[in-house]
């Protein structure tokens, strides 16, 4: 292990928060300072969204999709002390490869950070002859080794567990088209070594005739707990006016992930705002990071808004279960 590095579980920075308003009985509620990162935090960018946030030392670190002002989607690294003001790299990532095939790619986005063992791994939509998911690892948020990518086209939202599963590395990802994929169920697959990824499990697909009706994709890490992986993810709703991104939640068994405990049949969270409604893509809630505070059940939530902005939103743990567990369609 990098002697450097301090796992995120020994780090003691208070993660953002914001008290529910009174009078609001959502389970999970908006930050007042909405949308925190802007669109154009850095000279070039048209946008800065669905991007990935973990602790790193007395702060965080992030891994931002930033799309330039030539509409180029490109990922850089970013940093803060309090997870609200952010430094973002105002130069994408330079991505390490070992053979320069895999460093030929044509974009990257929508990335998810996972601390597992003694790194951080970057997982992300990658354009290689179409999208796929590539994955990537850092020690200081300052350089990063690109592995193989994990799949053939056309995949995407990759999502690592934060631990092995029965010995083998685990990834949440869902196979998809070259276009706007208009289908997509969620599958589990597993790794010896994060190179080879096979004994591919169906996980969940769309469900009735609502927000999660289209497609849905994992969203955050899924964050462990005494009653099963707590997956966060994103649903679509085909609607008379284009698709609609909304966000629910979801517990996985933990030692075989693709069994579905149960699952929301609410949104937990979907576009309602200025900031969700209008922008490059209008109506899209799409949460990419989760930051839990054990001690006192916190979680806040990070999430690209309209395909233009970062924002955040709040949710307690006990709350969210017990949620989940009354609104269960399983």
Request: a negative charge.
């Given at each position: 292990m990098?002697?450097?590095?301090?796992?995120?579980?020994?780090?003691?920075?208070?993660?953002p928060?914001?008290?529910?308003?009174?009078?609001?009985?959502?389970?999970?509620?908006?930050?007042?300072?909405?949308p925190v990162?802007?669109?154009n935090?850095?000279?070039?960018?048209?946008?800065?969204?669905?991007?990935?946030?973990?602790?790193?030392?007395?702060g965080?670190?992030?891994?931002?999709?930033?799309?330039?002002?030539?509409?180029?989607?490109?990922?850089?690294?970013?940093?803060?002390?309090?997870?609200?003001?952010?430094?973002?790299?105002?130069?994408?990532?330079?991505?390490?490869?070992?053979?320069?095939e895999?460093?030929?790619?044509?974009?990257?986005?929508?990335?998810?950070?996972c601390?597992?063992?003694?790194r951080y791994?970057?997982?992300?939509?990658?354009?290689?002859?179409?999208p796929?998911?590539a994955?990537?690892?850092?020690?200081?948020?300052?350089?990063?080794?690109?592995?193989?990518?994990?799949?053939l086209?056309?995949?995407?939202?990759g999502?690592?567990?934060?631990?092995?599963?029965?010995?083998?590395?685990?990834?949440?990802?869902?196979?998809?088209?070259?276009?706007?994929?208009?289908?997509?169920?969620?599958?589990?697959?597993?790794?010896?070594?994060?190179?080879?990824w096979?004994?591919?499990?169906?996980?969940?697909?769309p469900?009735?005739?609502?927000?999660?009706?289209?497609?849905?994709?994992?969203?955050?890490?899924?964050?462990?707990?005494?009653?099963?992986?707590?997956?966060?993810?994103?649903?679509?709703l085909?609607?008379?006016?284009?698709?609609?991104?909304?966000?629910?939640?979801?517990?996985?068994?933990?030692?075989k992930?693709?069994?579905?405990?149960?699952?929301?049949?609410?949104?937990?969270?979907?576009?309602?705002t200025?900031?969700?409604?209008?922008?490059?893509?209008?109506?899209?809630?799409?949460p990419?990071?989760?930051?839990?505070?054990?001690?006192?059940?916190?979680i806040?939530?990070?999430?690209?808004?309209?395909?233009?902005v970062?924002?955040?939103a709040?949710?307690?743990?006990?709350w969210?279960?017990?949620?989940?567990?009354?609104?269960?369609?399983?």
């Amino acid at each position: 292990m990098n002697n450097s590095i301090i796992a995120p579980e020994e780090k003691s920075a208070v993660i953002p928060w914001e008290e529910r308003s009174q009078g609001c009985s959502d389970i999970m509620w908006r930050s007042g300072r909405n949308p925190v990162i802007p669109r154009n935090l850095i000279p070039v960018s048209n946008s800065i969204f669905n991007s990935a946030v973990v602790p790193f030392r007395d702060g965080y670190a992030g891994v931002f999709r930033c799309d330039d002002k030539k509409r180029d989607m490109r990922l850089h690294f970013g940093k803060s002390r309090d997870g609200i003001a952010w430094e973002i790299e105002p130069h994408p990532i330079v991505f390490e490869a070992e053979d320069e095939e895999i460093g030929r790619f044509q974009y990257a986005y929508d990335p998810r950070v996972c601390w597992l063992e003694d790194r951080y791994y970057i997982t992300w939509c990658n354009g290689y002859h179409g999208p796929t998911i590539a994955i990537g690892y850092t020690y200081d948020f300052k350089s990063c080794c690109l592995l193989e990518n994990a799949f053939l086209p056309y995949n995407r939202n990759g999502v690592l567990f934060p631990r092995r599963i029965n010995g083998k590395f685990a990834m949440l990802s869902r196979p998809s088209d070259t276009g706007h994929t208009r289908f997509g169920d969620i599958f589990y697959s597993e790794s010896p070594d994060m190179i080879y990824w096979g004994r591919h499990r169906f996980v969940m697909g769309p469900a009735g005739d609502g927000w999660q009706s289209t497609k849905i994709g994992a969203g955050p890490v899924p964050i462990e707990t005494a009653e099963g992986w707590l997956l966060i993810y994103h649903g679509v709703l085909s609607s008379c006016n284009g698709f609609v991104y909304s966000a629910g939640a979801a517990l996985l068994d933990l030692e075989k992930p693709w069994k579905v405990i149960h699952r929301t049949a609410p949104y937990i969270l979907s576009p309602q705002t200025l900031y969700e409604c209008v922008g490059d893509v209008s109506n899209v809630v799409f949460p990419c990071a989760a930051l839990h505070d054990k001690a006192t059940g916190r979680i806040a939530v990070y999430y690209g808004a309209a395909d233009t902005v970062t924002c955040l939103a709040y949710t307690r743990m006990d709350w969210l279960l017990e949620f989940i567990k009354a609104n269960s369609i399983i």
